[in-house]
């Protein structure tokens, strides 16, 4: 028997864990962040060093796995990954301060340089980490349904789900006119300043689309009724996996325990 329309949009996800409802989702988000600033705060080793948030970012490919998307949140995660090994890089060789713990010619590590190192990078590579798993997990369709039934302001709702969403149109836009170009014989690949060149003509037809692209929006919600006054209907309504409240109590747990942990450190000293 065909599907209707409606049945055809509704989100059915057969992992539990991916299918857990956008709120409890922030809230793990939330308390993940929480745990990693509280675990920055111990320092082991007598340099002082972070070194608690290297076995706490296994957190995150662990849950990469248990939602069945590890491929994709890992794939997502390069970019972060570079990102932070360049801050690492750079942090560790020119922050001064502290004894020198190595030192070769011209380059040497400080003290003061590794302990700001491993804490930023990881820092880094942890929340981000934590927000990577959430908007893989969560169509931006499930936020913007999730707002709404918070009793946000449609116009608010939109424009943050319309904002996420424009990051993937600008995207394959670009890839587009990068496409365009190649037709036509620009020299698209090479060094960076090669791929410069190629890349700033493109952003004049790419505001220019974005612009265009804005009026055909405001027709379409206008026709929608966005602007009517009144209670709004929904063609479907997000449905909760049935694990929302026991991912909030070992969420919670955990929360308290590397609080109580760090207090008990903190008043051991």
């Not at 990102?83 to 590590?109: K, R, Y």
Request: aromatic share 12%; hydrophobic share 50%; glycine share 6%.
């Amino acid at each position: 028997m065909e599907k209707t329309f409606t049945e055809k949009i509704k989100i059915h996800k057969k992992n539990k864990i991916a299918g857990l409802y956008p709120a409890t989702k922030f809230q793990v988000v939330i308390l993940f962040s929480i745990c990693t600033i509280i675990i920055n705060t111990i320092k082991v080793t007598p340099y002082r060093l972070a070194l608690l948030l290297i076995p706490w970012f296994l957190v995150i490919p662990f849950m990469f796995a248990i939602t069945g998307e590890f491929k994709k949140c890992m794939k997502s995660m390069k970019a972060i990954g570079f990102v932070a090994f360049f801050i690492m890089v750079v942090q560790t060789f020119l922050v001064s301060g502290g004894s020198t713990l190595w030192q070769w010619q011209i380059f040497s590590i400080r003290e003061k340089g590794l302990q700001t190192a491993i804490s930023l990078g990881f820092l880094i590579l942890n929340i981000s980490g934590i927000f990577v798993w959430m908007f893989q997990t969560t169509s931006t369709k499930e936020i913007s349904r999730c707002l709404e039934d918070t009793k946000m302001s449609n116009k608010v709702a939109y424009i943050f789900s319309s904002t996420l969403e424009m990051i993937n149109v600008f995207s394959s836009r670009s890839n587009i006119i990068l496409d365009a170009q190649r037709a036509r014989g620009v020299e698209t690949e090479g060094n960076v300043i090669t791929r410069a060149k190629a890349f700033f003509p493109t952003l004049v037809p790419l505001i220019l689309g974005g612009i265009i692209g804005s009026e055909d929006r405001v027709l379409t919600l206008e026709a929608r009724g966005f602007s009517i006054k009144g209670e709004k209907t929904h063609l479907f309504n997000l449905e909760k996996s049935g694990y929302e409240r026991l991912v909030l109590i070992i969420s919670f747990i955990i929360t308290i325990l590397i609080l109580a942990g760090r207090v008990a450190l903190w008043i051991m000293k």
